[in-house]
């Protein structure tokens, strides 16, 4: 699958730099996997494919809005703390970046409002389209983050006036 491999190197290129940036990679990494699971994908492919249980949509749901609450409050927080500690600020491409992260925010969490409150034996006739629409904006939003990542990561190792 191209986000694990994509994931992988942005893993190793990234990873351990900055505790800040290695916590958002574990909860990607988290979140992947769910995915992973739910949409059935290796390693966690099934030969005799079925629709997820409530329960399963519900986990994964609520971990995706926690990855994105994280993101937008915990991290970006985190960050802007450390880049105030050095005296730096974020850039105009950083403040785009995060604006374009954003615009995949709604359409995730439409995905979680829609399957979050399901039951047992619930018809899902829109899910296949909607978890592949769900993954294609993860994508999307990761190879953002992965281009915000990299920003954050150039100026927590170089601060102002160093």
């Not at 699971?37 to 971990?63: H, M, V, Y």
């Not at 990561?153 to 006036?161: F, K, N």
Request: hydrophobic content about 35%; some cysteine; glycine content about 4%.
């Amino acid at each position: 699958m191209v986000m694990l491999s994509k994931f992988e190197h942005v893993q190793k290129q990234w990873g351990g730099t900055s505790d800040v940036i290695d916590h958002w990679l574990m909860s990607r990494q988290q979140l992947l996997i769910d995915y992973c699971k739910l949409a059935g994908l290796p390693p966690f492919e099934s030969n005799n494919r079925q629709l997820p249980t409530a329960s399963q949509l519900q986990l994964f749901s609520q971990q995706l809005v926690d990855y994105i609450s994280e993101g937008h409050f915990k991290i970006y927080d985190m960050v802007m703390e450390r880049w105030n500690a050095t005296g730096y600020s974020p850039t105009e491409e950083i403040s785009l970046l995060y604006a374009q992260i954003t615009q995949t925010t709604d359409p995730l969490l439409n995905f979680s409002d829609k399957y979050t409150d399901m039951d047992e034996g619930d018809e899902l006739p829109d899910f296949d389209t909607d978890l592949s629409t769900t993954g294609e904006l993860i994508e999307i939003r990761f190879a953002l983050e992965d281009k915000l990542i990299e920003l954050i990561s150039d100026s927590l190792a170089c601060p102002p006036g160093a």
